[in-house]
């Protein structure tokens, strides 16, 4: 499917209007992860980067990143402590190749996603609005019938002492293709250098409601923050289609390369407002691995991106 194109514009209609419901229109920000913070930095791969994958920053000795986290949910003023809303925080990495050239990689904290497709992910929704709405049987009623989505809503999902104390997962898996022409697939892991640290009920409970935004911009200054990007690897049996499935903890890991964030940038900056990340690689030598998620992803992406972008444009026109 070419860059810019809907797949299925229906759905993806169907999905912008479900989180709407859900949590209402707030112009200029995403339906989900609308509360994000930016940061700049560089990619630099591993030795076993180039023996996985064909992609040009696989072998560039260093490529300019943007990083984007977020926390869960459509509403950009929630808390980030909230424990009503805590799901899995965001977090997203766009690889700048050249003037007009780019791909990246979108993961959240949780290792999973609740549904396998975009019309169960637009039940699932339904049956969030239908929740928040009073009739929490109908929610009730999906989980029992689909037990990923039961483990998504119910695992714990602590918060952390920082963003960049965080893991990552990139639910849907990809077809890595080197330059000889061996293909393997695997799913993306973002992990912090430092380790993973977490806050417990009581500690995030205390912390003020804007602290992980707050804190990043100065810990920056101080020092570099690295993160290691791995790939999980398939062997015979996972299903590499399905991103409501976790494969076993033992599978192996290739080290793909490491983020270094040097800085927290301004999101409200024009550019950076415009940019719409993309969970489809669209770069040769990574793609997807048939999992229908990554295009209906790609979809409400693009679509809401679109709505925001509109909505910015209509603002700066207004103050014009």
């Known amino acids: 499917m070419p860059a810019g194109t809907l797949g299925n514009p229906v759905l993806a209609q169907q ?3 479900a989180f709407d419901q859900l949590q209402g229109v707030h112009p200029g920000f995403r339906p989900a992860h609308a509360k994000g913070l930016m940061c700049a930095g560089t990619f630099a791969p591993s030795a076993e980067a180039a023996n996985l994958t064909r992609a040009p920053h696989a072998s560039l000795r260093a490529t300019p990143v943007t990083v984007r986290y977020s926390n869960s949910t459509g509403l950009p003023n ?18 700048h190749l050249d003037a007009h050239l780019h791909t990246d990689i979108v993961a959240h904290s949780y290792d999973g996603f ?5 019309e169960e992910f637009l039940e699932f929704l339904r049956a969030a609005a239908a929740a928040g709405a009073g009739r929490p049987e109908v929610m009730g ?4 019938a689909h037990p990923n989505a039961k483990r998504f809503v119910e695992a714990p999902k602590p918060v952390p ?3 960049v104390r965080e893991a990552f997962f990139a639910g849907t898996a990809f077809k890595f293709t080197n330059s000889n022409g061996v293909s393997r697939h695997g799913r993306f892991r973002i992990r912090p250098a430092a380790g993973t640290e977490y806050l417990s009920n009581e500690a995030a409970a205390a912390m003020p409601p804007n602290f992980l935004f707050d804190e990043l911009g100065p810990r920056l200054v101080k020092e ?21 499935t976790t494969w076993p903890a033992g599978r192996a890991e ?32 990574i793609d997807s691995a048939g999992d229908p998620l990554t ?19 209509g603002a700066g026109a207004a103050h014009t």
């Open 141 to 144: 009623g999906f989980l029992a």
């Open 78 to 95: 929630i808390p980030d402590n909230d424990p009503a809303h805590s799901g899995p925080r965001g977090i997203a990495v766009r690889f």
């Open 254 to 285: 290739i080290p793909f390369g490491t983020v270094t964030l040097t800085a927290r940038v301004d999101e409200q900056d024009a550019e950076r407002r415009k940019i719409i990340f993309d969970p489809v690689p669209r770069v040769e030598g």
């Open 15 to 17: 999905l912008l209007d």
């Open 114 to 118: 609740p549904v396998r497709n975009g």
């Open 161 to 163: 002492t920082s963003f």
């Open 295 to 313: 295009q209906v992803r790609a979809d409400i992406y693009l679509l809401s991106g679109r709505r925001r972008r509109a909505a910015v444009a």
């Open 224 to 244: 570099p923050v690295k993160l290691g990007i791995f790939v999980q690897m398939a062997e015979g049996g996972d299903d590499v289609a399905d991103a409501s």
